[in-house]
């Protein structure tokens, strides 16, 4: 009756929400893996900017400009790092929310 159809439905629900957080994960995963290729070359073209720096013997105006760059190299760097712990944690507080659901929903299932 009425009531399987329910059940139906919600397992219907509950198995789009695991795929949605499944989906979530693996793009989370694949956003981590982006920014450790992204901070190595970032890391990689600071360093070589700096040893230019040195090598150059640029004019003060110029070397402090170059300075600059690294500076806002690194500083976009640790944004970066950042927003995406922030993300785990929104990721991690909305995994936690969906598990507290999904207890109630078999707890009221059971009922």
Do not use: F, N, W
């Amino acid at each position: 009756g009425p009531h399987l159809e329910l059940l139906a439905r919600l397992g219907e629900m509950t198995r789009a929400l695991e795929d949605s957080v499944r989906q979530t994960d693996a793009q989370l995963e694949s956003l981590k893996v982006e920014m450790a290729e992204t901070a190595t070359v970032r890391e990689r073209a600071v360093v070589e900017l700096e040893e230019l720096i040195d090598q150059a013997g640029l004019e003060q105006t110029r070397k402090e400009e170059a300075e600059d760059r690294v500076m806002e190299l690194r500083e976009g760097a640790a944004r970066m790092a950042l927003e995406l712990e922030e993300l785990e944690g929104a990721v991690q507080k909305a995994r936690e929310a969906y598990d507290a659901a999904a207890v109630r929903l078999v707890t009221a299932h059971q009922e």
